[in-house]
């Protein structure tokens, strides 16, 4: 399928989604509370069926966070990457693990890093950190005067 | 340009004339050091990308069994020197100094690479590598590079030969100390 396609598909059932195709990919804004829903149509619809979610990350904007899914379809070779917006002070978004397996470890690395917290994942547990740490220092804001110099 | 060709080392001792041929006479301490030198057995151990150049000079293009290091050891109880290969992070600290410990006296250390050296390009604003694994265990031989060449490796290993040949101190060095032309007669 091509971007118009996809597009034309998804303004169908969500009227409300913007898209900017800028990049590489075509990326679409989704609110928080709408991932999931089209995250489910961008899954089971038979003419998009993305069955590939290769990346999922968090990006800290310094007034906001950014999920960032980058999904793809193995049987009809288009990718997309869709990107959520988050509340800083109380990032609050509800897990895709449902719908890609592979979001159970990267959602564990951005509940870690980012302090992101992921709503019905089914294993929420620190990854990469030590148990007694605080802070997230994927944060533009992290301090940590024993083990960072500062440039 | 009439430079006097560069010998090998030879072994160390001297030959006293005695009929029929020559007595060899040496001191224990000087022929285990000679030894030890030319059988330098590395531990196999990497954590980024240092370890592909470490696996490429001890492949078939560049050989570091040349030089005596072709038996690379997966367990620190067999192995004399330990490369560090890469970033060292906090929570692999531990486990470096642990595998040092491990190690059977006499044991080396060369750190290989700017990460290893220094923290190299993870120097500023990390909040998890170490700024120079010699803040873990003492380094014998420093390699400069991100990553260094095989040849660079080669030049530490040699450079680690030398040391050991001269009596091992346990001292730091840098790379260039034991890499002036032989003034030795």
Known sequence: ?151 | MTEKKKQPDPFPGKVHPAPGGGILVSTIDDVINWARSNSLWPLVFGTSCCAIEMMSTASAKYDWSRFGFEVARATPRQADVIIIAGTIVNKMAPVLKRLYDQMAEPKYVIAMGACATSGGPFFYNTYSVVKGADHVIPVDVYVAGCPPRPEALLHALITLQKKVKEGGKREKITIDKFWEPHTKS
């Not at chain 1, 999931?36 to 990006?59: G, K, W």
């Open chain 1, 1 to 151: 399928m091509t971007n118009e396609e996809i597009k034309t598909k998804l303004s169908a059932a969500f009227p409300e989604l913007t898209y900017e195709e800028t990049q590489e990919w075509m990326q679409i804004n989704v609110e928080p509370a709408q991932l999931i829903p089209v995250a489910e149509l961008l899954r089971h619809d038979a003419s998009l069926n993305f069955d590939y979610l290769f990346c999922l990350t968090c990006i800290d904007w310094k007034t906001h966070l950014t999920m960032v899914y980058h999904l793809s379809s193995t049987q009809h070779r288009h990718t997309i990457i869709v990107k959520s917006k988050l509340d800083r002070t109380n990032p609050l978004i509800h897990t895709v693990c449902h719908l890609w397996r592979t979001a159970e470890l990267h959602e564990r690395e951005v509940f870690d890093l980012f302090g992101v917290k992921f709503t019905n994942h089914p294993d929420l547990r620190r990854l990469l950190l030590t148990d007694d740490w605080n802070g997230f220092p994927l944060r533009k804001d992290y301090e940590d005067p024993v083990n960072m110099i500062k440039l």
